[in-house]
């Protein structure tokens, strides 16, 4: 999945969180932080395992805290 923030939320440990929180394992496959008009924007592609509600209520913990989650599969978006 692909995740994308703005702002100060770029130096939260969200990936962190959730993992602990969530019972569920992230791995981060690309990260990138772009400082455009010097608002820091932020990129993450991570994979999820673990039991499949945790994971929905990860992206569902994530989308509250206003992190966009794209779900992908094979690098392209299906939700």
């Known amino acids: 999945m692909k ?3 703005v702002g100060n939320d770029t130096e939260e440990a969200y990936i962190s ?9 992230a791995s ?8 455009i008009k010097e608002t820091p924007i932020g990129n993450l592609v991570i994979k999820l395992g673990g039991d ?3 994971i929905i209520d990860s992206i569902e913990y ?7 989650v794209e779900v992908l599969k094979n ?5």
């Open 52 to 54: 499949e509600k945790n």
């Open 17 to 25: 969180r959730v993992s602990r929180e969530y019972n569920v394992d």
């Open 3 to 5: 995740l994308s923030y």
């Open 75 to 79: 690098g392209r978006k299906i939700i």
């Open 28 to 35: 981060i496959l690309f990260g990138n932080i772009e400082i």
């Open 62 to 68: 994530l989308n509250k805290n206003q992190i966009y």
